[in-house]
């Protein structure tokens, strides 16, 4: 069964930064593509980001275009979300998901096979 971990949340000002990464310890995440999903309170859960197995598909949702960054260090068995020019809006829960498929990635959450516990990111003055 694997197991997802997500870190790198935290309390940020409005503009700033933050790197969320997603782990696996004791698995590989080679086989997986992963996707980011966030939910602020009150509000459905929303697709953020994704990557394919190879790092050779990325989507970024329009909500954070140009703003949000997805890579993966397959050697490292981490995936990456890098937040930047966060905003209030960006304030929710993030999880990271994993799907066993051979290529691309889709950020479907009920596609995919396993889900972290979430990691929270508040953006706040």
């Known amino acids: 069964q694997l197991q997802l971990v997500e870190s790198g949340g935290g309390l940020v000002q409005p503009g700033g930064s933050l790197r969320l990464s997603c782990a696996a310890p004791?698995?590989?995440?080679?086989?997986?593509?992963i996707g980011w999903f966030r939910q602020a309170p009150g509000k459905e859960r929303e697709g953020v980001s994704c990557?394919?197995?190879?790092?050779?598909?990325?989507y970024i949702a329009d909500s954070v275009k140009g703003r949000f960054t997805i890579s993966r260090d397959n050697a490292k068995n981490t995936v990456y979300l890098q937040m930047n020019s966060l905003k209030p809006e960006d304030t929710a829960i993030y999880y990271c998901?994993?799907?066993?498929?051979?290529?691309?990635?889709?950020?479907?959450?009920?596609?995919?096979?396993?889900w972290g516990k979430g990691t929270l990111v508040t953006v706040s003055s």
């Open positions: 990557i394919s197995r190879s790092a050779g598909t990325t």
């Open positions: 998901a994993a799907e066993r498929i051979v290529g691309g990635c889709r950020l479907r959450a009920n596609a995919m096979d396993y």
């Open positions: 004791g698995f590989t995440l080679d086989y997986y593509a």
